[in-house]
């Protein structure tokens, strides 16, 4: 008689993990009925990460992009105004540019850390110079936690006196040269997306040294009302808070993200120690200024064998285990392949041979396990 074998749970790349205090928090809201776009979760929210990030103000919002357009507004950015961005990143780094009608310039990546390369950030600027037009603002990404360069990069964008907004939305806990990412530049971004290492369901937070520019981002995010008994607008406004609800998720979550912070690392580390003897495979590594989260563990793969970057995707799937590609660059989405860009090949070639391997804090031993056990069985086949 057949008997049909049982397929193994799925092992999802980084879904969402709940420390336990999160319900409090959503039922504390419950009972006081601060079901709204404010109140004490949202408050109590925004002055722990102030604590987390070398006391910067913060402004909790509804995304990340909210955060970046925020940002971008509050720099006085305008239609047609040159912004250099990170091409190694989601496009969402890059949309809110779009939204004001501004031009994103896209810098490559550097190889030792993955992101914006110091010395074709300075080409751009040059060049922009050399037209009459100095770019606006600089987006840098810290991909996959992995912090930029901050040294040179900041080096350069003060020695131009361009203002740096910092995507540390993938890098929550990560530092240079034990400062927290989110920290170095104008403004700081953070994401509380259902992948990332904590979450609010859906989230983001815009910081800055510059208290003024959180209290106008907040107005700004609350439609604009100005402060008087009735409803008065003297400015275009957005709905971009982060509900007093979410706010409470965020809560429990921050009681865990030390803990979160460590098993993203352990879960690096075991999968470069038990694929160490894979020659095929290559891990990026921190270097001694940095501290990375590693929110996701990804490698390279050597394409001159048959094997590449969509094949072990796909192979994995059919044993029900999501990988993902690297991110496709910017400068090579339809929808930004006019836009003026620098380019040495590194982000094509992270693209075309890179891949994230399950990165998930609820990750148990087998579920490790199971990755790379089918790894070796793939590249012993």
């Known amino acids: 008689m057949y008997t049909r074998l049982k397929k193994e749970n799925k092992i999802w790349l980084s879904s969402p993990h709940m420390g336990g205090k999160e319900k409090m928090y959503i039922e504390e809201a419950f009972d006081t009925n601060w079901i709204a776009p404010l109140g004490p979760n949202l408050d109590l929210f925004e002055n722990s990460l102030s604590k987390l990030s070398s006391n910067y103000h913060v402004a909790a919002l509804s995304s990340g992009t909210a955060a970046i357009h925020l940002a971008l507004i509050l720099l006085g950015i305008k239609k047609d105004d040159d912004i250099i961005c990170s091409t190694f990143t989601f496009a969402a780094s890059v949309f809110p540019v779009s939204y004001l009608g501004a031009n994103p310039i896209f810098v490559d990546s550097e190889r030792k850390t993955w992101n914006?390369?110091?010395?074709?950030?300075?080409?751009?600027?040059?060049?922009?110079?050399?037209?009459?037009?100095?770019?606006?603002?600089?987006?840098?990404?810290?991909?996959?936690?992995?912090?930029?360069?901050?040294?040179?990069?900041?080096?350069?964008?003060?020695?131009?006196?361009?203002?740096?907004?910092?995507?540390?939305?993938?890098?929550?806990?990560?530092?240079?040269?034990?400062?927290?990412?989110?920290?170095?530049?104008?403004?700081?971004?953070?994401?509380?997306?259902?992948?990332?290492?904590?979450?609010?369901?859906?989230?983001?937070?815009?910081?800055?040294?510059?208290?003024?520019?959180?209290?106008?981002?907040?107005?700004?995010?609350?439609?604009?009302?100005?402060?008087?008994?009735?409803?008065?607008?003297?400015?275009?406004?957005?709905?971009?808070?982060?509900?007093?609800?979410?706010?409470?998720?965020g809560l429990g979550q921050l009681d865990v993200l030390q803990s979160r912070i460590k098993r993203k690392r352990e879960i690096n580390s075991y999968y470069k120690n038990e694929l160490a003897d894979n020659n095929n495979l290559f891990f990026i590594e921190e270097s001694s200024d940095s501290f990375c989260n590693f929110w996701m563990t990804t490698c390279l793969l050597d394409n001159k064998l048959t094997i590449d970057n969509e094949n072990l995707r796909l192979d994995l799937a059919s044993y029900n285990i999501e990988a993902r590609l690297l991110w496709k660059p910017m400068h090579l989405q339809p929808i930004f392949l006019n836009c003026k860009k620098y380019i040495n090949g590194v982000s094509e070639d992270l693209f075309s041979r890179g891949i994230c391997l399950p990165s998930g804090t609820n990750m148990g031993q087998h579920e490790l396990d199971r990755v790379i056990n089918r790894i070796k069985k793939l590249y012993a086949s």
């Open 116 to 249: 914006m390369c110091p010395n074709l950030l300075e080409d751009a600027i040059k060049v922009g110079i050399e037209k009459n037009k100095k770019p606006k603002a600089i987006i840098l990404v810290h991909i996959y936690g992995m912090p930029a360069s901050m040294d040179d990069i900041m080096c350069i964008a003060n020695k131009y006196n361009i203002p740096v907004i910092e995507d540390a939305a993938e890098a929550l806990g990560s530092k240079y040269k034990s400062n927290p990412l989110g920290t170095f530049g104008k403004f700081g971004i953070y994401s509380f997306n259902g992948n990332k290492i904590i979450t609010t369901s859906g989230g983001g937070a815009l910081l800055s040294k510059d208290k003024y520019n959180i209290n106008k981002a907040k107005k700004l995010a609350t439609q604009a009302r100005e402060d008087v008994s009735y409803y008065e607008h003297k400015e275009i406004g957005y709905n971009y808070r982060l509900s007093n609800v979410c706010a409470g998720i």
